[in-house]
Structure formats: C-alpha cells, structure tokens
C-alpha cells in the first residue's frame, strides 16, 4: 500500500502537465476536477504517446514525410484520442491491454493468435426462441470439438468478428438460422439471437492492433488522407499501449503486489522526467513488419516477460531508499502534487537499466514500421497527390463531444490506475 494514497496525485500530476487549461482554476477546484478525471490517465501519460508519434514521424523516407510532415502535429495531438474514447465508448477500454496472466504462463501457447481462433475458444452463441426460451447454440469449452470449431468457423469470420463492438452483442437470428440449417445443425425458430464472450474481460491489445494494420493498409489503398491520419494516430497509441509492461498484466497497477501507482510512476512520471533530456531518439529506418499477426503477439510477449522485473526492482528499491525521499511535493500551476520525488524516480530509472528509454525508442520505431508498411503493402501510392483532408462541422462536433465526454471523467470499463 506504499503507493496506496498518493496513487491519485501522481496521475494528477501528469493530467496537468498535460492540460494547462486547468491551471487558472482555484487550486481547490483544480485538486477535485483533476484528480477525479485523472486517476484513469492513459498509458505512457499525454506526453509520452504525443512525443512517439511525432518521433515516429521524423523516421519516415522521403515519400510519406511529404505527407506526413504537414501533419505531424495532429498526429502528435490525436495521440490520445483512443484514451478519451474509453469515456465515450464501452468497447475502447478492452483494446488497450491484455491480461496474458490471465492465461496460464509464457509463452502462453495455448491462446490463438488470431481474433477469429480466439473468439472461437471464448464465445457462447444463444438464441431466444419464438416461445421464449433461452438455448444454448454454441459453447464454451470448444477445445475437444474442433469439428464444431470448423462448422462455425465461417459464421465466426462474417458475423460474431462485425458484431464486437456492438455493447449488446446482437446477431441476426434469420441468418443465424439459415446457417443452423445449412449445416444441418439444430436450428429452433428464432426471435433473436446473441452472444457472449470472455476476452474483454481480459483485454484484446494484440488482436486489435492486427485489425488495425489491414485498416490503415486499406485506407492508404483508398487514398483517403482522413482515415489515414486517423488510423496512424490510433495505431500509434495503441503499439504504444502493446510496449508499456503493465498493459500486459492483470496486476496493472501494482494493486496485487501492494505497489498502487507504480503504472503512471513508470510510464508518466518516469518519461516526463527524464525522457526529452535523456533520451537517445535516435531509432534508424521503419522496417517492414512482415507477418502482423507475430509482429504484434512479439510486441506484447516481450513486454509482459518485464512485468517482473518492473515489479521487483521497484519494490526492492523502496526497501532501500529512506521512506521520507520518496515521495514530494510538486507545484504545478497554483496546485501542490505529492509525486515520486525526481531522485527516487531517477534511481528507479537507474535501476531499470534503461527499460523505459528502451520500450519507448522500441514504441517509435514500430509505429514508424508500422505505418510504413502499410503504406508498402497498399502499394507504396503517390502520398503527394492526396487530398488534404477536410474535417465536416460533424466531425469537429464529435471530436468536441468526446473531449467534453473525457473532461467528466466518467471511464466506461476498467481504469488503469485505481
Ligand atoms: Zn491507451
């Protein structure tokens, strides 16, 4: 519980770092407003997701730079709109981790790669008869049924995959019961049909970043500039998440081991620090990522196997250091924040060997990939010929909703930090 109560400053401290729009608040006002928003802070914090896509960009060849480059402030600033869409969207929050714990131990073997294997393993399908009833059509525990896995595997791929994001999970039952019939499986007249599943529960991080790649690769084969942006902005924050080692974990916050804070002390704290005077960003050329599917679970098995060194090292080190060194006070605008003091932070970092700087240049270079291949695999088009792209007065509307959705501070799903 070391952690336990300053957990919520430390977070404060990097929401306002990030947003100085608060900073002429009274500081009463500015320590409530804050900290209740706040203590679901995004990964890596505003400022280190704002700074990997900018460096990102700065690594691109001379073809996509010409793009790029003109919007690479956007790109810097929509860092974070997939952390301010788990205020307004049920499904965000999901994407953003995996709890690998959660299934077994490293390498994890025994869980597909694949969203579509996954959901084949983790799903229950139900149909609601015309009498009533509640059936059964499809159940967990799939793993000695492998014929039934095969039979459905079709409807998987075009039905439950587009359904996900819907919160109610709704299918069609008329087409539910044409596939029943067509596979001459049990098919009772339907009025509706639905389904669960397990993986939210735990997170989906790998998966989605696979559904995002063919997303960009498919906007970049359109030529439409808009996607594009906002597709490698998204893809951004979200291979940023897959380097951060609590996104990978069921202890995220340190909240099993008695460490709460310890997610935004390594991946706020930590950066905001040291990262613009310390770091070497220096990085080299994007590659092409090859296989996404593997390029991703790689990503995400490396960092969950530093999820115990991230734990023990800080625990270790707060055994060691004087109790009244590790915590300080901090101004920010007209507020104090209790925050990691910059020593205790720096000897963490010391201690880490250099694991944040590494993750971070790691976080730069696979965006920059994977941005770059996309780009190689739609067939490397023109980048100078593309339209600006134009957001609509709707656009603009929604991108004002969804900061005013994040400003309540009401987090659909699981925080990261509590
Ligand atoms: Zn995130």
Redesign the pocket.
């Known amino acids: 519980m070391r952690f336990g109560y300053f957990a919520a400053w430390i977070v404060c401290a990097a929401a306002i770092g990030a947003d100085q729009r608060v900073s002429t608040t009274p500081s009463r006002e500015v320590h409530r407003s804050c900290c209740e928003r706040s203590t679901n802070a995004?990964?890596w914090g505003f400022f280190a997701h704002r700074r990997i896509n900018r460096l990102a960009v700065l690594t691109l060849p001379p073809e996509m730079m010409v793009f790029f480059k003109q919007h690479i402030d956007w790109l810097a600033d929509h860092a974070t709109d997939?952390?301010m869409r788990r205020y307004a969207v049920l499904a965000e929050g999901p994407r953003?981790y995996i709890d690998l714990d959660e299934y077994g131990e490293p390498p994890f073997a025994a869980l597909p790669r694949t969203f579509l294997e996954a959901l084949l393993r983790h799903t229950s399908v139900f149909g609601i008869t015309t009498r009533g009833d509640t059936v059964l059509l499809y159940g967990s525990n799939r793993d000695t049924e492998t014929d039934l896995i095969g039979l459905w595997r079709p409807y998987f791929d075009r039905h439950v995959v587009a359904a996900f994001s819907d919160p109610d999970h709704l299918l069609d039952p008329d087409t539910l019961v044409h596939f029943l019939n067509t596979q001459n499986l049990p098919a009772p007249p339907l009025r509706a049909a639905l389904f669960t599943e397990t993986l939210s529960a735990h997170g989906i991080l790998p998966w989605h970043l696979q559904k995002m790649q063919r997303d960009l690769t498919a906007a970049f084969r359109r030529r439409d500039a808009k996607r594009i942006l906002r597709l490698c902005a998204d893809i951004g924050?979200?291979i940023g998440?897959a380097h951060v080692p609590l996104h990978t974990t069921s202890n995220y916050n340190g909240q099993k081991t008695g460490q709460q804070g310890i997610h935004a002390f390594w991946e706020s704290r930590i950066p905001e620090l040291f990262a613009d005077e310390q770091y070497d960003y220096f990085v080299g050329k994007p590659q092409p990522i090859g296989d996404a599917t593997a390029y991703y679970w790689n990503i995400v098995l490396h960092s969950n196997s530093l999820v115990d060194s991230v734990l023990a090292i800080e625990r270790r080190l707060s055994q060691q250091y004087p109790a009244d060194q590790q915590k300080c006070p901090e101004t920010r605008g007209r507020t104090v924040l209790i925050v990691p003091c910059a020593d205790y932070a720096a000897a963490y970092q010391q201690a880490l060997g250099g694991m944040v700087e590494r993750q971070m240049r790691a976080a730069i270079l696979a965006v920059a990939s994977a941005w770059y291949s996309a780009w190689i695999d739609a067939g490397m088009p023109n980048l100078r010929q593309l339209d600006q792209p134009t957001f609509s007065d709707e656009e603009r509307r929604e991108e004002i909703l969804l900061r005013q959705q994040y400003e309540k501070g009401q987090i659909l799903g699981r925080p990261e930090e509590q």
Do not use: Q
Request: glycine content about 0%; proline content about 12%; charged content about 25%.
């Open positions: 995004p990964a997939a952390d953003h924050h979200y998440d």
